[in-house]
């Protein structure tokens, strides 16, 4: 199969995945579930598109390993559930304050900031739900990875330089603590996660993590980049956001044509670290070859 054909295989499963595990609420307030008005907040968010890659990267390094992905699904959805939470209260007026995301207004906007905030929560709590359902024997060890890659030290840590760091003189040692931890660490996460409940040896794991920040951090380059040239109707959000917050970004520390150079530079790194990551091993070159087209 080619990259483009698994590539909506995966996708196919994952939002079947996203609809069974998170179905609609009929009653607004169920004795035993969620609250009707949660619920659509929740599913507003999570079903409303996207690349999916993180579940997508989860389920190709599983197979790295095990033909069959079906059993990594709750893992691949959960990473789906965190990542959409961390978008929603991204989005909130106490931090980016934007009011598009995907091309159609954000959470907060529809369903109000203190709903958002709790739809958010609730996507968070329910992906550790989702993962502690799995029976695969790594279950716990890569739970435990994708708590430190999500969390105070991992994602949130690089979501809390973006907003100290807002405003502040622009270097590249300050946007890549913020690219590796805001973007690279979730990545590293589905990837790690995906590898060890397939059975991966610690090799294979070691090259996953080098290929997963490498991709990360070529991925979120190229975010900024199409934030300073991309059109909102390409990317779903208004244009230049960044530098309206005074955000910190690669093109601003080294300027755009290096902000390319680089960009380049951690794909090769990540096509090189996908030499050794078996079964997979072509769709994670195809998908990191990928990502300059987003700016072309």
Same mark, same amino acid.
């Not at 979501?159 to 931890?181: F, L, N, S």
């Given at each position: 199969?080619?990259?483009?054909?698994?590539?909506?295989?995966?996708?196919?499963?994952?939002?079947?995945?996203?609809?069974?595990?998170?179905?609609?609420?009929?009653?607004?307030?169920?004795?035993?579930?969620?609250?009707?008005?949660?619920?659509?907040?929740?599913?507003?968010?999570?079903?409303?598109?996207?690349?999916?890659?993180?579940?997508?990267?989860?389920?190709?390094?599983?197979?790295?390993?095990?033909?069959?992905?079906?059993?990594? /699904?709750?893992?691949?959805?959960?990473?789906?559930?965190?990542?959409?939470?961390?978008?929603?209260?991204?989005?909130?007026?106490?931090?980016?304050?934007?009011?598009?995301?995907?091309?159609?207004?954000?959470?907060?906007?529809?369903?109000?900031?203190?709903?958002?905030?709790?739809?958010?929560?609730?996507?968070?709590?329910?992906?550790?739900?989702?993962?502690?359902?799995?029976?695969?024997?790594?279950? /716990?060890?890569?739970?435990?990875?994708?708590?430190?890659?999500?969390?105070?030290?991992?994602?949130?840590?690089?979501?809390?330089?973006?907003?100290?760091?807002?405003?502040?003189?622009?270097?590249?040692?300050?946007?890549?603590?913020?690219?590796?931890?805001?973007?690279?660490?979730?990545?590293?996460?589905?990837?790690?996660?995906?590898?060890?409940?397939?059975?991966?040896?610690?090799?294979?794991?070691?090259?996953?993590?080098?290929?997963?920040?490498?991709?990360?951090?070529?991925?979120?380059?190229?975010?900024?980049?199409?934030?300073?040239?991309?059109?909102?109707?390409?990317?779903?959000?208004?244009?230049?956001?960044?530098?309206?917050?005074?955000?910190?970004?690669?093109?601003?520390?080294?300027?755009?044509?290096?902000?390319?150079?680089?960009?380049?530079?951690?794909?090769?790194?990540?096509?090189?670290?996908?030499?050794?990551?078996?079964?997979?091993?072509?769709?994670?070159?195809?998908?990191?070859?990928?990502?300059?087209?987003?700016?072309?």
């Amino acid at each position: 199969m080619d990259y483009s054909r698994q590539y909506q295989h995966f996708q196919h499963l994952v939002e079947n995945a996203l609809s069974e595990y998170l179905p609609l609420t009929r009653e607004d307030w169920p004795e035993d579930g969620i609250p009707k008005h949660l619920s659509e907040a929740m599913r507003y968010s999570l079903l409303s598109g996207g690349k999916r890659i993180r579940p997508v990267l989860l389920l190709a390094a599983f197979q790295a390993v095990n033909a069959d992905v079906k059993p990594a /699904l709750p893992f691949a959805v959960a990473l789906e559930c965190i990542h959409c939470y961390s978008l929603i209260h991204d989005d909130l007026p106490a931090m980016d304050d934007d009011d598009l995301r995907r091309g159609q207004p954000t959470n907060h906007k529809v369903f109000g900031e203190a709903m958002a905030i709790l739809a958010g929560d609730a996507l968070l709590n329910f992906a550790f739900e989702l993962m502690a359902s799995c029976s695969l024997p790594g279950t /716990l060890n890569a739970m435990r990875e994708v708590s430190k890659y999500s969390g105070s030290s991992g994602m949130i840590a690089g979501q809390t330089a973006d907003i100290h760091m807002a405003g502040e003189q622009v270097t590249p040692e300050k946007v890549a603590y913020i690219h590796r931890h805001k973007t690279a660490d979730l990545i590293t996460a589905a990837v790690v996660a995906g590898l060890i409940l397939g059975g991966a040896d610690a090799r294979m794991i070691t090259h996953g993590k080098d290929y997963a920040f490498h991709l990360g951090l070529a991925f979120q380059i190229t975010d900024d980049l199409l934030d300073l040239e991309g059109e909102q109707a390409v990317t779903g959000k208004a244009g230049q956001r960044d530098a309206q917050l005074g955000k910190l970004t690669w093109p601003a520390a080294v300027g755009i044509e290096k902000a390319r150079e680089d960009a380049q530079k951690a794909i090769d790194r990540a096509l090189a670290a996908a030499e050794h990551l078996g079964q997979s091993a072509g769709f994670f070159k195809a998908l990191a070859l990928s990502i300059p087209k987003r700016v072309k």
